[in-house]
């Protein structure tokens, strides 16, 4: 069975710090799709990335990054001078392919962020 | 504008009532999801439906039931037989198609069920 590992319950940082939040998966599938989602106080899940087990480099997007490294089976995500906006909950989450299409997600149980002043 | 609307935001029921929740999306997705969140604790699978008229059961489908008559409409049942159903309901939609789990998913701003 597939699962995602979010061991960071909470996490708590002084604005301007980087912070990385960490995500270990596992699955017995050879091709599959990790993804991270912020869940602001308001609950809509956002999507913030997906990732390809086949494509092991690493990303950054402004002030977030991606490291992804198969061999530890690890998807985390840092972000670089933290701002009180992104104090949210993060969740990674990997799928799998279900039958007939479309796929299901497995998510960790997320890690809250508090970015303070 | 495109996207996933769920209503309503909160919701209020007695217990030994069924209640249904609403979810449309106007992306054009094939696929469309219901997930159960509650506190602490990551987002659980109910039911999915790749296409129209067609759904399948998900990790905790037990007390649930859903329909998808349109492409763009797939309503969930919160139904008496569900033993816990206080939670916070959110649905999703993802074009997936042809078997590529690819896709992300694309979610409503949820709603929050209260059972008394």
């Known amino acids: 069975a597939q699962k995602v590992t979010q061991a960071q319950t909470e996490i708590s940082v002084v604005e301007k710090e980087d912070v990385t939040l960490d995500c270990v998966y596992e699955?017995?599938?050879?091709?599959?799709?990790l993804f991270w989602y912020k869940q602001p106080p308001s609950g809509e899940l956002v999507f913030l990335i997906r990732r390809n087990s086949f494509d092991e480099q690493n990303e950054i997007s402004g002030r977030y990054s991606w490291n992804f490294q198969k061999s530890t089976s690890s998807f985390n995500f840092t972000i670089t001078a933290s701002q009180v906006v992104d104090s949210a909950v993060y969740f990674c989450?990997?799928?799998?392919?279900?039958?007939?299409?479309?796929?299901?997600?497995?998510f960790g149980t997320g890690t809250q962020l508090k970015v303070e002043l | 504008d495109g996207g996933i609307t769920q209503s309503p935001k909160y919701l209020f029921r007695k217990e030994g009532q069924n209640v249904t929740l609403s979810c449309e999306q106007n992306l054009n997705h094939d696929a469309m999801y219901w997930y159960r969140q509650d506190p602490g604790q990551g987002l659980r699978l109910i039911y999915y439906s790749q296409i129209v008229n067609d759904f399948q059961k998900g990790d905790i489908a037990e007390g649930y039931s859903v329909s998808r008559e349109k492409k763009e409409s797939f309503p969930l049942t919160v139904t008496s037989a569900q033993k816990n159903p206080t939670a916070f309901y959110l649905c999703?939609?993802?074009?997936?198609?042809?078997?590529?789990?690819?896709?992300?998913?694309?979610f409503g701003p949820g709603t929050r069920l209260t059972v008394t």
């Open positions: 989450a990997l799928s799998e392919t279900l039958t007939g299409g479309g796929n299901k997600l497995t």
């Open positions: 999703a939609s993802s074009a997936g198609t042809s078997g590529r789990a690819n896709h992300e998913q694309y």
């Open positions: 699955t017995r599938d050879t091709t599959y799709y």
